[in-house]
């Protein structure tokens, strides 16, 4: 349904995707994953046909999103991060008014416009002003006017964010209606956002996707190098320092310190006996290691650990092709095209 092939981006001498490539199958729900500035906005514009890429290729149920921007528009729904609604029209004035803009008319459109209205449960407001409504019931209106025509791919610029926990798990909800019928690729800076809607995710991080899987996948891909809670006791503790100077500790957190007690996070080298070199430590300083305990990887631990450059996944990302690097030596500084 979607293919990405090594897609790259400059705004200006800015490099910010830098050779991404992956695929969506029909009907499947992907979440789109990475801290701020990871790349995601951009790479869904150049997907959906709004803003131009610097290298690479797209296509969107067999069309390029280039050769053949009109007939990918028509398969793609999309809600940008700020939709963009108008306050002044009532709810079913701006459905009705998108659906036209979609080429629906006659007895399909009225269809439409009645299937969106129900599915993102927008009856009690139909004839309400946009400017009237909360925040939620708006991103229900920006998410109907991405349904409207039936497209086979869905495109969701964080469909969740500036809504409260209520709002959330509702629109959630919706999400999950609408991955049952159609392709759906999310963006999401929130972990549990992804984890709880989409069956496969795409992590990306400074441009470059650095895991790609289910959240079960990943966290089976790491748990070697999960961390250990670790418990000392004694007199002789020893300190956060001494403890992550230790050749076989990658790194180390204090997380309580009182008394003769110190809890510890520490996570070790692969394939160093880390609890017998934390044992030797405590008995050296004149204290005892009481607990280590593994601590379950959870998809939380894989995208901090992907996205906080300790780690990084995947093929050795390649450098910007000569073409491309003259895209940006022309210095355009792209604007968000609309
Ligand atoms: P967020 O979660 O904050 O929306 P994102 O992953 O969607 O982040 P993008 O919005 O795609 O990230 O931005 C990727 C990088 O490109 C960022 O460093 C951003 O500052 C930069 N960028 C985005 N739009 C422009 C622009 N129009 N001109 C110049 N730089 C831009």
């Known amino acids: 349904m979607l293919s990405v092939r090594d897609l790259h981006k400059f705004y200006g001498p800015f490099h910010a995707v830098r050779g991404i490539s992956f695929d969506v199958a029909r009907e499947e729900i992907v979440g789109f994953l990475g801290p701020n500035g990871a790349g995601k906005t951009t790479t869904m514009k150049i997907i959906t046909g709004y803003m131009a890429m610097s290298g690479g290729e797209v ?16 398969e793609i729904g999309y809600l940008p991060e700020h939709a963009p609604l108008y306050g002044d029209m009532t709810v079913e004035e701006y459905l009705n008014f998108m659906a036209g803009m979609r080429g629906l008319d006659g007895r399909r459109r009225k269809e439409r416009l009645e299937y969106v209205i129900s599915v993102c449960s927008l009856a009690p407001k139909r004839n309400k002003l946009i400017k009237t409504l909360s925040k939620g019931y708006r991103q229900r209106v920006g998410l109907g006017q991405a349904i409207v025509h039936d497209p086979k791919l869905v495109i969701l610029d964080e469909p969740t964010i500036g809504l409260d926990p209520n709002q959330i798990i509702e629109i959630r909800e919706l999400l999950k209606e609408i991955g049952a019928k159609n392709t759906v690729l999310l963006s999401s800076h929130i972990l549990s956002e992804v984890e709880a ?5 795409i992590v990306v991080d400074e441009g470059r996707i650095v895991a790609n899987g289910s959240p079960s996948e990943l966290e089976a891909r790491y748990a070697e190098d999960a961390a250990y809670d670790v418990v000392f006791t004694g007199a002789g503790l020893p300190t956060i320092e001494e403890i992550r100077a230790l050749e076989e500790v990658a790194q180390a957190s204090e997380t309580v310190r009182a008394g003769e007690r110190l809890e510890v996070r520490v996570e070790g080298r692969d394939g160093a006996d880390l609890v017998g070199a934390l044992a030797r430590l405590a008995g050296e300083r ?4 009481l607990e280590a305990s593994r601590k379950k990887t959870t998809l939380e631990d894989v995208f901090r650990r992907l996205t906080g450059g300790k780690v990084r996944l995947g093929d050795a990302p390649s450098e910007a092709p000569d073409a491309v690097s003259a895209v940006a030596a022309d210095g355009t500084l792209e604007d968000d095209a609309q």
């Not at 296509?59 to 028509?74: I, P, Y």
């Not at 004149?286 to 290691?289: A, E, M, Q």
């Open 59 to 74: 296509t969107v149920a067999g069309h390029d999103v280039v050769s053949d921007s009109l007939a990918v528009r028509e």
């Open 197 to 201: 809607t989409c069956a496969r995710v």
């Open 286 to 289: 004149g204290s005892r290691l």
